[in-house]
């Protein structure tokens, strides 16, 4: 028999069945950044969110630790958005464990996801010496990707007994929270999410239900951050300096995400600051080329301000932007802002 206590107060409540106790597993961070995964089991479903991979390891070392669990029982997986340390494992879960559930995620995810991994395919293989070190390739990686299910905002979708919405979340396009239910119990899973809008993004949603078990992020949790606005004026003023007295001002990101919100603002500037009009902007990241194509098809997913401006032109079609394709014949010489990735400055 399992007992559990009784907040402030000394009786102890017996519970009789163990599928009547709410079990939530984090096999990934748990107590770290990084390959984010937790499996919760309730009344006999299990269901697992996010699949990422940890960027500081290599190989299986950096995979969730999926020897915890019996992949066959779990129901579905849910991923919450595109980036590695909450996706990157999915082709390995799909194609090299015995799951054999269903995945779902978000349109805008699922369209990124593929360009994103297929990057990340040709990045972490590139060298490998063995093939006990390379999780999966791009065959197993795209078997994955036509696997997955996507879904809009707001869908009710029901699996096995177990109903589940999607809800915004901010933080980058597409991204969502869940909201999970299971006999009853709601649990709102949030992966990443940011509930102040951005120059693309709306903030995350407060799901309008009552919630029974929260499970968050907290990687910045206990940070205070200044004003979004405030941000954005200092570090224009950090450019525009630099560029000024003749300096070349380069910016490591990531190339999703960031990369975008940092295009629109300087974009911005540059409009509103003619004197600037003839130092050139260049953004190298193949990626986050590839994948612009992916963020103008969603414009509808984005926050009202965009899609105002949308009505009228495309505002992720730069006129003060330019995409540098290689540097092997990149010949300027004076003053420019580059915008390239990777944003850790990792040389391969």
Not at 139 to 155: L, S, T, V
Not at 194 to 208: F, G, Q, T, W, Y
Not at 249 to 255: D, G, I, S
């Amino acid at each position: 028999m399992t007992y559990t206590a009784k907040r402030k107060a000394k009786v102890e409540i017996p519970i009789e069945n163990e599928a009547d106790l709410l079990k939530i597993t984090p096999l990934g961070a748990g107590q770290e950044v990084g390959r984010s995964c937790v499996v919760i089991e309730y009344k006999n479903k299990i269901i697992m969110l996010d699949c990422g991979l940890h960027p500081a390891f290599d190989g299986l070392s950096s995979l969730p630790f999926f020897d915890e669990i019996d992949p066959t029982t779990i129901d579905f997986l849910l991923v919450t958005h595109f980036h590695v340390d909450h996706a990157a494992a999915v082709p390995y879960f799909l194609e090299k464990t015995d799951f054999n559930g269903r995945t779902f995620m978000t349109y805008p995810t699922k369209a990124i996801f593929r360009w994103l991994l297929s990057d990340y395919v040709k990045v972490s293989n590139t060298g490998r010496m063995s093939d006990d070190d390379i999780l999966y390739n791009e065959k197993d990686m795209m078997r994955a990707y036509n696997k997955i299910e996507a879904i809009d905002f707001h869908q009710q979708i029901e699996v096995n007994g177990i109903k589940f919405t999607a809800y915004n979340a901010g933080h980058v396009l597409g991204a969502a929270m869940f909201v999970i239910e299971i006999a009853g119990i709601k649990i709102l899973y949030t992966g990443d999410y940011s509930r102040e809008e951005d120059r693309h993004l709306m903030a995350a949603e407060n799901p309008k239900q009552k919630i029974d078990v929260m499970v968050t992020e907290s990687t910045y949790g206990v940070q205070s951050y200044e004003p979004r606005l405030e941000r954005e004026a200092r570090f224009t003023k950090l450019v525009k300096d630099v560029v000024v007295r003749g300096g070349r001002c380069l910016m490591p990101v990531f190339a999703l995400g960031r990369t975008q919100e940092l295009l629109l603002i300087l974009e911005e500037f540059w409009e509103n600051h003619p004197e600037l009009e003839s130092i050139p902007i260049y953004f190298a990241s193949a990626l986050a080329k590839r994948c612009m194509l992916v963020y103008q098809t969603y414009i509808h997913m984005m926050n009202a301000e965009i899609q105002k401006k949308f009505l009228t032109s495309n505002p992720f079609i730069f006129k003060n932007i330019s995409y540098l394709n290689n540097v092997t014949h990149f010949d300027d010489v004076g003053p420019c802002v580059m915008i390239a990735s990777p944003g850790m400055l990792q040389v391969f």
